[in-house]
């Protein structure tokens, strides 16, 4: 096959500015979050940030002029959306909360349809449950549920295919399928789930034929039993895998044209094994690595195929199973036209002769090429970032780290351009969750930041981290104070003796979990890192058993017993604020006022701790109307500036380290 041409590259000066970018250069909102080409290849649509929401934007392709722009009313911004055809969009609604509150936030129960003019806009669902402000007329009156896209239906041009939620039926069998007229908002009830929590899954023909069924009272939160459903000829759905009697989980994940079906087995051991099915639920394994879960799949371009599995133990890395379809070729060729970045294909028209490719790095944020395969050349669209000059941004460099009690832990060191890695001022990035999150290579606005100050930026997944299956992810529970810290402390004492940290120069910092963290180590390993900042943390156990939404539920609050401990005691030694008098290093504090997730109020108990202990925060920050990790701009700039300035003071290559004496003995 001849090589690919790269038409309109960008360029970038090597050379390095006299001073650093500024703080706002790293806490801008992308230009774009998702991009869809519409099935005819005519269009782009994509959601692009206007501060705190998210408005939906379509472009022409020939020359990305503006078709049309949607925003919503009050602070709702556009979320998922979907080509219905080649000319009308469908899109629901959420409301930002908190960097970290969830992956992807919550929908609130609106359902729109609006065509690519930005004419014939239309509310076809509402959930009468949700309170927010009306924005277009409903089409029908309100009911109660939500109505989740399951698949668009490429060859229905009037008509897609939802699963219908209702949360308020508790008891009742509340997921039903249904086709939704993208015009006029009518329903006709497709299939009802044969169990109370189904996820469905469609087969080659866009039918969904499979629903992936889970107990909600099961206590196991890791490795909960999934029962797979067939639908048969008679509309019935028959059992081909019991979860609970095997002891495994099956999942489809996708279908082949060919009529393969794809899935994912979970022994609730070792990692993910990615395989197919045969009708009677019988698995057969194509794909497993002992030490990574499958992290995402390389399809072909129509999504028609999956081609090879891709995990990230270190950087992204894809293993092809399927060597004969012809997108492998192409894949291949436009991986080569660049080197050390991750390629993979976006979306393409139906037909497939258009394909949007995505092309990102650990320097760079991310950027779009319109491939076409008439010409065998591929366009650039835009960037993601594009105040962002990748040549002058900091390497991420895997690391591998061998923890005192025998595990391989995986992890990151961000080094500042130009720098040689060596003896450095270190910031210990400690990620949330813990359980399932984990860090991964690519482009991290914060650490950049951190790097463009100077400073090494260390980032582990300690023991619980997720992708290393279930087995790895259980060590978190009951270890938040123990066995993760020792990871951490482990992680950061390799760092020194690699010679990557001056050992006089070495700070902790973390969000949610990180924030907890940020805390705990400097009271375990005293003498260690020279100062610590902690945003929206969980810092005693009894106010996140009490106040914070996991605990509004059972089954959350079965996950915090689990995690931090069955009784008041255990917790108590586990939460930081009972361990202020051994926190004697400075302190810097962060956290939203309309935090859920890690209210603010255990921001004041660990403040009032660490005053009672005589070692005072240096600051607090308690940003109005912020939640879990702030979302606006100016609320970024002004925590890290503080936290720049916090770092410098203590560690930074112009100072000497500051130490908070010990508290006087009685």
């Known amino acids: 096959m001849s090589g690919i041409v790269l038409a309109g590259l960008p360029l970038f000066a090597a050379a390095q500015p006299a001073e650093p970018p500024p703080i706002r250069d790293f806490v801008r909102y992308p230009s774009y979050s998702e991009v869809l080409l519409s099935p005819t290849g005519e269009y782009l ?11 939906l934007v379509v472009l022409q392709t020939r020359d990305l002029a503006v078709a049309s722009v949607t925003e919503l009313p009050g602070d709702n911004s556009v979320g998922r959306f979907y080509w219905g055809n080649p000319k009308r969009l469908v899109f629901n609604a959420y409301v930002k909360t908190g960097r970290y509150a969830l992956v992807r936030p919550p929908e609130l129960g609106f359902l729109y349809a609006i065509d690519v003019d930005g004419s014939r806009q239309r509310m076809l669902f509402r959930d009468a449950k949700t309170t927010l402000e009306r924005g277009m007329q409903s089409a029908h009156e309100e009911r109660e549920g939500l109505y989740e896209v399951l698949d668009p239906l490429p060859d229905d041009e009037e008509n897609i295919l939802v699963r219908i939620l209702n949360p308020y039926m508790s008891g009742k069998k509340f997921n039903r399928l249904a086709l939704l007229n993208i015009y006029d908002g009518r329903t006709r009830m497709f299939a009802v789930a044969p169990e109370l929590a189904c996820d ?26 999934i029962d797979l459903y067939r639908r048969g000829d008679k509309m019935q759905w028959d059992r081909i895998h019991a979860g609970k009697a095997t002891g495994h989980a099956l999942r489809v994940v996708g279908a082949a044209t060919d009529g393969r079906v794809y899935a994912v087995r979970d022994d609730g051991v070792g990692t993910y094994e990615f395989g197919v099915l045969d009708d009677q639920g019988g698995f057969r394994s194509l794909f497993r690595d002992e030490n990574a879960d499958p992290v995402g799949y390389l399809t072909s371009a129509t999504g028609d195929a999956i081609l090879g599995v891709v995990t990230a133990s270190a ?34 028209s139906s037909k497939g002769d258009l394909i949007v490719v995505s092309v990102r790095s650990d320097r760079n944020p991310g950027e779009l090429y319109l491939y076409d395969r008439k010409t065998a050349k591929a366009r650039f669209l835009m960037r993601r970032m594009q105040w962002i000059e990748p040549a ?29 890695g060596k003896n450095l001022p270190l910031i210990v990035n400690v990620h949330g969750g813990p359980m399932g ?137 586990a939460s930081p604020v009972n361990h202020a008098d051994r926190i004697r290093i ?18 004041e108990a660990m403040q009032k701790a660490l005053t009672a202990a005589g070692n005072p925060p240096e600051g607090v920050i308690l940003q109005a109307g912020e939640g879990h990790g702030f979302y606006k701009e ?30 006087a003995k009685e």
């Open 586 to 603: 400075p302190v810097y504090l962060a956290a939203g006022q309309r935090d859920a997730r890690c209210p603010p109020q255990n921001t």
């Open 315 to 348: 950087k992204p890395k894809i293993t092809m199973i399927d060597e004969t379809h012809p997108d492998g070729e192409l894949y291949a060729s436009l991986a080569a036209a660049f080197p050390d970045q991750f390629v993979e294909f976006s979306n393409a």
């Open 45 to 55: 649509a994509m959601t692009v940030s206007r501060g705190e929401k998210d408005v």
């Open 437 to 573: 999150v984990r860090d991964d290579w690519g482009f991290h606005a914060e650490n950049q930041l951190l790097a463009s100050r100077g400073y090494l930026v260390l980032q582990v997944n300690f023991r619980g981290s997720g992708g290393r299956g279930a087995k790895f992810e259980r060590m978190a529970y009951g270890q938040w104070h123990a066995g993760i810290i020792d990871d951490i402390v482990d992680a950061t004492r390799w760092a020194v003796a690699q010679r990557h940290a001056d050992k006089d120069r070495i700070c902790i910092y973390g969000a949610s979990f990180g924030g907890y963290a940020a805390m705990m180590a400097p009271a375990r390993e005293q003498g260690l890192f020279k100062c610590a900042f902690g945003y929206v943390g969980a810092y005693d156990a009894e106010i996140q058993m009490q106040d914070s939404d996991t605990a509004q539920s059972e089954r959350g609050r079965r996950y915090i017993a689990m995690a931090l401990g069955d009784s008041k005691s255990v917790r108590a030694a």
């Open 200 to 225: 469905f899954a469609l087969d080659s023909a866009k039918r969904p034929n499979f629903a992936m069924c889970e107990d909600p009272d099961d206590e196991n939160e890791v490795h909960p039993a």
């Open 392 to 420: 002058k941004m900091a390497s991420v460099r895997p690391v591998r780290i061998a923890s005192r009690d025998g595990l391989t832990l995986h992890g990151y060191l961000t080094v500042p351009n130009g720098s040689s």
């Open 634 to 663: 100016d609320s970024n700039v002004r925590l890290y500036t503080e936290m720049l300035a916090f770092f410098s003071k203590h560690i930074g290559s112009d100072r000497p380290p500051v130490a908070v004496a010990a508290p």
